[in-house]
Nanobody
Framework: QVHLVESGGGLVQTGGSLRLSCAASGRTFSSYSMGWFRQAPGKDREFVAAISWNVGSTYNYTDSVKGRFTISRDNAKNTVYLQMNGLKPEDTAVYYC???????????????WGQGTQVTVSS
């Protein structure tokens, strides 16, 4: 069982940056692949980025954030990050952290979810 708590959301102007953090409970954080998803008002939740378990040597990003967002993990701190640069109004959404035991799922289906943090990008 993993408990996830996101932080770092807020209001930022177009072109600005934010770094989201997701703190995980438990002593086996490195055993989990981690993902970030987002949901904008009136839209379905969509995949944003993922990082593989253990040392996090494999990454995956949705096309719309490639080159702007970076996912990383610090296993010593049980935390996964999402550095977001060059933010656009269309990035406005609630951002969710997710975890799945073992390798990064090709299906992008995760078992544990945080409560979300709001990111708003003003034009």
């Amino acid at each position: 069982q993993v408990h996830l708590v996101e932080s770092g959301g807020g209001l930022v102007q177009t072109g600005g940056s934010l770094r989201l953090s997701c703190a995980a409970s438990g002593r086996t954080f490195s055993s989990y692949s981690m993902g970030w998803f987002r949901q904008a008002p009136g839209k379905d939740r969509e995949f944003v980025a993922a990082i593989s378990w253990n040392v996090g040597s494999t990454y995956n990003y949705t096309d719309s954030v490639k080159g702007r967002f970076t996912i990383s993990r610090d296993n010593a701190k049980n935390t996964v990050y999402l550095q977001m640069n060059g933010l656009k109004p269309e990035d406005t959404a609630v951002y969710y952290c997710a975890a799945r035991f073992g390798p990064m799922p090709i299906s992008r289906k995760y078992d544990y979810w945080g409560q979300g943090t709001q990111v708003t990008v003003s034009s």
